[in-house]
Nanobody
Framework: VQLQASGGGLVQVGGSLRLSCKAY????????MGWYRQAPGQERESVAG???????NYADSVKGRFTISRDNGKNMIYLQMNRLQPEDAAVYYC???????????????WGKGTLVTVSS
């Protein structure tokens, strides 16, 4: 599975961005997908995830501002980011896990990051 993320850029405080991530390859094995981010000097952290059935989960820091969605027909996930703050600035990474024929998680994949910059 390969993941291609896009949509990062420069936005002012309070603005919005929408990130997209498309999965290629053996997509039939996709299970949970999500977004992580890593700011300079900090560890990578989970931002939001979405199960194959569409159930989302969010980091407390983004609840109420970010919305993750999934289109299984297009093998894509999205992250709508509203009311962006300086602390949201980071490289955002798309993530996915796959399952084997028995439904066990067998691999995880990362896309190349997309940079989100928030200016004050």
């Amino acid at each position: 599975v390969q993941l291609q993320a896009s949509g990062g850029g420069l936005v002012q405080v309070g603005g919005s961005l929408r990130l997209s991530c498309k999965a290629y390859g053996n997509v039939i094995t996709l299970n949970d997908m999500g977004w992580y981010r890593q700011a300079p000097g900090q560890e990578r952290e989970s931002v939001a995830g979405v199960k194959s059935g569409g159930t989302p989960n969010y980091a407390d820091s983004v609840k109420g501002r970010f919305t993750i969605s999934r289109d299984n027909g297009k093998n894509m996930i999205y992250l709508q980011m509203n009311r962006l703050q300086p602390e949201d600035a980071a490289v955002y990474y798309c993530w996915a896990e796959t399952v084997n024929d028995w439904g066990d998680i067998d691999n995880e994949y990362w896309g190349k990051g997309t940079l989100v910059t928030v200016s004050s």
